[in-house]
């Protein structure tokens, strides 16, 4: 569970799950611009859960996966369906089939599989 509170004197928000914690904000004039805007909590989430597949994947089998960098971008031009687009590099001494297996995996990701679901959000309430 992630909590997220505003920052004293501050539109940043703290987001927190009481472990690790980061900023986030949205730009100018609406924001201070101090802080991952919430989009791009949308893009680390399927870019670190990629990455992290890939890893125990490569691990798991021991490949040689040197490093992986996940680039995701949210392209919300069509409302009614947005895009991820992605871009991998895999380094290491991989073979083709080792790289395709590894490209394979990232599409079985958790987050991913989880945003390419039908989403249902509860009703927002408010405690006092």
Do not use: W, Y
């Not at 004293?8 to 900023?23: D, E, K, T």
């Not at 490569?58 to 687009?85: C, H, M, Q, W, Y």
């Amino acid at each position: 569970m992630i909590i997220a509170c505003t920052a004293p004197g501050s539109r940043q928000i703290v987001a927190s799950n009481g472990r690790f914690s980061l900023a986030a904000d949205t730009m100018p004039p609406k924001g201070s611009g101090d802080g991952f805007r919430p989009h791009e909590l949308l893009e680390a989430a399927l870019a670190s859960c990629m990455a992290l597949t890939a890893r125990q994947v490569a691990d798991d089998r021991g490949l040689p996966l040197e490093s992986i960098e996940v680039n995701v971008s949210l392209d919300r031009t069509k409302d009614e369906t947005p895009v991820f687009r992605t871009n991998v590099t895999l380094t290491g001494p991989l073979a083709d089939e080792d790289r395709a297996l590894l490209l394979a995996a990232l599409k079985r990701c958790p987050v991913r599989k989880t945003l390419a679901k039908t989403l249902v959000f509860d009703e927002v309430d408010a405690e006092q």
